[in-house]
């Protein structure tokens, strides 16, 4: 049990593996197949994201927000879901949801401003990218309640950062969630920054998992570059929430090791020395130094899984160098279920664009 | 005389007010070491203090409430909305109370408060920064909307806009934040609110833009000219309330108005301007009144967010269409 063990009026910090890579109780680790695969999709993660940083210097991307330092939240979150569990991000959950199903293509192209890359794979229990910061909790509330409504046993992980728990909504969201019992995991990225603005501005209480306890449930702080610690208190907290047990906050407690997106420059409001600090807990390292340590990762493996993960980068650049760009028809097609009133429209559209091509 | 973009005259609308003014505060997310994502408020907070210019938690309708108490105590605030697509959970706010609080209070109180926010098209940015709701707010009685698009206009209708002693929504176009540069005088000058501006005179056509659709308009103008066709740019300049007086009296006298907005087509500012000219220059008008805008869509992203911007192509084919009535 790690929900309720672990205080956050008591400055009480959940984590399993510190940032020398040494494992606190190791009989409590998951399995060696699990920690590798662990490690293995955290490579991966920060791999996509940098190729997303260089595909975006190249012109070949918009604006585009990297997770560097918050791979160990991810990744733990990825691997404590099910199959049926719900996923409610922000914009900055590249890398959990190309592991919970989204092609990388699609990542690219969508962030590449190609509307066809926001159709994920049909089923996929996953909602489209959140902007409006702050917003996205409450459908993670209403979906959990309309289960509950339902009576089936679903969970719900909803992603958002530090700066997103200001917002009105945010409260909202956590007041229905105590108030309906809806099964929903608040995964709250504490990578202390909102753009600028610092995490421990944004709020006077000492940790962000304790409001939860004035909405009535738990919250609890964890290493969020950890990702074993990550992976073992999501998963804690959706057995609960499949359960009948209902919410849960967890701040995850990391650092931005980056720009905010590509269109910042960090260097105007970081502390080079903090960063140093933190680029030293990097959850990616941090993870390598105990499997290494514990003879559980070799060199080959290494290299197999650097072979592995270019190629399946490499695959997905392909197709953001091949996709079709959007059609009039993507659109319009999507605005209403019915929409006759905008056929002229379309076909106005259409007609510029035709003419264009004919230049006149 | 200094020029300066659009931005720039931002910043230096801000640093004039605030010094002719110790009233006048400026907050909002990243408006301070950061200097907005955009740097509109760059060197104020060094200038001026943390007390002058803060950075707020992430929360709009933080911004915008407590703005309007500060506003009711005396201070002069002005916020920043990081961008236009993000002032939504700060509409309950501005609708049910800045707007409404002289009204209610009859008179006693008043809410001196401008709220700055980029907004418009063409920039290539993420969904949500690229909206174009002036409509929405320009429905709300009691507050004004202004939307300059020159660097004169930009300081002057600033410092106008923070000593007016209403709510006013400030906005300022992104794709001609930096692109677009002109002649600024120093020190403190205002530009009035509630004025439209015929910005090139015409006899044959007007052309009615806002933002960045008033540099199309000129441009439209000078390709016009070649062709022999004489037209009229007015810069709408105030959104709301609307200078009907101008707005009518162009459209008298060229008999042919254009109006292009980037905003969707249904219920845009295109629909009011034309009501005005069929309700009182009915009988001048030589063809229908022209809109070019927005289709009635979620904006596009980045890749295709140019077909739902009135480009050159769609202007011309408006005005052949006018002018061949
Ligand atoms: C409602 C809203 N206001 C402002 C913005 C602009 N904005 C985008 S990200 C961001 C900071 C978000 O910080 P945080 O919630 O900590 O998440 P992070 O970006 O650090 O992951 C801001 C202010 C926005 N997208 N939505």
Redesign the interface.
């Known amino acids: 049990m790690i929900l309720g063990k672990y205080d956050p009026l008591k400055g009480e910090k959940f984590c399993m593996i510190d940032e020398n890579g040494i494992a606190k109780e190791v009989a409590s680790l998951p399995d060696a197949e699990k920690l590798k695969a662990l490690y293995c999709d955290m490579v991966k993660i920060r791999a996509m994201d940098d190729k997303a940083f260089s595909l975006q210097r190249q012109g070949r991307l ?2 585009y927000g990297q997770l560097k330092g918050s791979e160990a939240v991810q990744v733990g979150a990825a691997h404590a879901m099910e199959k049926d569990d719900w996923l409610v991000p922000s ?1 900055r959950e590249n890398g959990l949801m190309h592991l919970r199903g989204v092609p990388l293509s699609s990542i690219y192209l ?1 962030w ?4 066809l890359g926001a159709k994920f794979p049909e089923g996929s229990k996953i909602l489209p ?1 959140s ?4 917003s996205q909790m409450l459908h993670a509330v209403g979906l959990g309640m309309a289960a509950n409504i339902r009576g089936d046993k679903a969970a719900i992980v909803t992603c958002f950062g530090d ?2 728990t ?4 945010f409260h909202e969201a956590m007041n229905f969630a105590g108030v309906f019992n809806s099964p929903t995991v608040f995964l709250c990225t504490n990578n202390q920054f ?4 610092r995490s421990t ?3 006077k209480t000492p940790t962000i998992a304790q409001k939860a306890l004035s909405y009535g449930f738990e919250g609890i702080v964890v290493d969020g570059m950890d990702a074993v610690a990550m992976y073992q208190t999501v998963s804690e907290a959706l057995a609960k929430a499949r359960m009948g047990g209902g919410p849960t906050f967890i701040e995850a407690v990391t650092f931005r090791l980056c720009d905010h997106t590509t ?2 420059d960090a260097s ?2 970081q502390d080079p020395k903090e960063v140093a600090m933190w680029q030293a807990r990097d959850p990616v390292v941090r993870l390598k130094k105990y499997l290494t340590s514990a003879n559980l990762w070799k060199q080959e493996d290494e290299e197999k899984l650097t072979t592995d993960v270019k190629k399946a980068i490499d695959e997905a650049v392909a197709v953001l160098g091949s996709a079709n ?2 059609t ?1 028809e ?3 097609g ?2 209403y279920a019915v929409q006759p ?2 056929d002229w ?2 076909r ?2 259409k007609g ?2 035709e ?2 091509s004919h230049g006149n | 005389m200094a020029i300066k973009s659009n931005l720039d005259a931002v910043n230096d609308a801000l640093r004039t007010a605030m010094k002719k003014d110790d009233r006048v505060v400026v907050l909002g ?2 408006v ?3 200097g907005g ?1 955009f740097r509109a408020t760059a060197g104020l907070q060094k200038e001026f203090g943390e007390k002058r210019v803060f ?1 707020t ?6 911004i915008v409430g407590t703005a309007i108490g500060m506003a009711m105590y005396g201070l002069k605030p002005v916020a920043e909305i990081q961008f236009m ?2 002032i ?2 700060a509409l309950n706010q501005l609708f049910a109370h800045a707007a409404r609080l002289r009204n209610r209070s009859r008179g006693r109180f008043n809410v001196p408060l401008v709220i700055r926010t980029p907004w418009g098209a063409g920039a ?6 690229m909206e174009s709701t002036e409509a929405l707010l320009t429905q709300i009685p009691g507050l004004k909307v202004v939307a300059p698009s020159t660097p004169y206009d930009m300081k002057g209708m600033l410092l106008a806009a923070i000593e007016d002693p209403d709510p006013v929504i400030f906005l300022e176009h992104m794709r001609i934040y930096r692109a677009v540069k002109g002649e600024v005088p120093e020190g403190h000058y205002t530009v009035p609110l509630g004025k439209s501006e015929v910005v090139r005179e015409g006899k044959d056509i007007t052309l009615i833009g806002w933002g960045y659709m008033r540099h199309l308009a000129m441009h439209i103008a000078d390709l016009l000219a070649e062709k022999g066709i004489d037209a009229e740019v007015l810069d709408l300049k105030t959104l709301a309330p609307l200078d009907s007086k101008t707005i009518l009296a162009s459209a008298m006298k060229t008999g042919r108005d254009i109006i292009l907005h980037e905003a969707p ?1 249904t219920c845009g500012l295109g629909a009011e301007i034309a009501a005005i000219c069929s309700e009182c220059g009915l009988l001048s008008l030589k063809a229908p009144v022209e809109r070019v805008t927005g ?4 904006m ?6 140019k ?2 911007i009135p480009d050159e ?2 202007v011309l ?1 408006a005005v052949d269409r006018v002018m061949n009535f």
């Open positions: 918009g604006t914009y969508y590449a401003g190609n509307e990218f902007i409006p910061v702050g700066g997103a200001s917002e009105g909504e909102a753009i600028s603005f501005k944004q709020t269109s910042d105007i409001y760009k959007p009039p993507d659109l319009f999507f605005t009133q905008l429209q379309l106005d559209l510029v664009i003419r264009k | 997310e990243d301070g070491a950061l994502v950075d938690p992430l929360a709009e309708a933080g697509g993000f939504f959970p290539g940015a993420l969904e949500h920064h087509r289709y009635d869509i979620t596009p992203l980045r890749m295709s967010e077909l739902n192509a769609r084919e």
